[in-house]
């Protein structure tokens, strides 16, 4: 098969597998998408949603994040891991939408990837979520993904992604990003995988 032939096929299996998958994390707004996902860092979803939720109750903009503090805010987000960076990225993120932005999440990606702490894949995320632009995040699952399945062999993000891009439809990238992070928990982890168990490598493995 080759990769467009192993594109259509996974896409095919994602949406019966995975026909209207959520983005795991829980945000209302913009801004709270951007800080959960900056707190995902590192840290599995369901921690995250537990932070959140506790976060989430009281505080909710960037001026609530500055009266917060760091140091009430390390307190909440311990669990997530890398409190001490992820406190100051976060109360910083706040200052500068408040500042250079007016207190809105800006939507577009050279904007974002000037925010402390907030990198290409975390901009991907808001802008395909949030702002129904085209977007493909690569996370960790996805990369192991590209390269189990031969669509990139590489490590280097960027590389993977433009990959991605050619092979599946732009209007499938916001849903498609998510159905692969949960194929990648389910059906094809790092350790421990089966190809027996999982549909998309027992079908590649026939054409090998």
Known sequence: MNHFEKSKFILAKLNELFPSPQIPLHFSDPFTCLIAVMLSAQCTDAVVNVV??????????PREIIDLGEERLKS????CGLF??????IVDTAKAI??????????????LETLPGVGHKTASVIMGQCFDEP???????????ANRWDLEKSHDVKKIENSLKKFFPASTWKT???QLILYGRQFCPAKKHVVENCPIC???SKHI
């Open 52 to 61: 959140t939720n506790k976060l989430f109750n009281n505080v909710k903009t």
């Open 76 to 79: 909440i987000i311990r669990p």
């Open 84 to 89: 001490n960076a992820k406190s100051k990225h």
């Open 98 to 111: 408040l500042e250079r932005h007016n207190g809105r999440v800006p939507h577009t990606f050279a904007e």
């Open 135 to 145: 977007a493909f995040p690569v996370d960790t699952h996805i990369a192991r993904l």
């Open 176 to 178: 498609l990003h998510i």
């Open 202 to 204: 027992l079908e590649f």
